[in-house]
């Protein structure tokens, strides 16, 4: 479970990264932008495990155009 705390998700909303709308004072996340939000922190941490757990390459790495897709995604 990806634990974020209400100072990090400020700064995502500041950033432009989680979508939110102003209600007076307040800042309002849609569940449905949140979920998404968390689905590609969480797929960005698995492809960083990967990358740091997998095995060493002695080619260089080649990716598809579907990886960097993902990757400009998150």
Known sequence: ASD???RQLLKFMRDGE????TV??????KM????????AREKGAEILA???HGTR???PLVASENVLAELEDL
């Open 4 to 6: 974020v705390y209400k």
């Open 18 to 21: 989680l979508p939110f709308h």
């Open 24 to 29: 007076g004072s307040h800042q309002r996340i």
């Open 32 to 39: 449905s932008d949140l979920r998404i939000f968390m689905q």
């Open 50 to 52: 990967n990358a740091l």
């Open 57 to 59: 390459q002695t080619e």
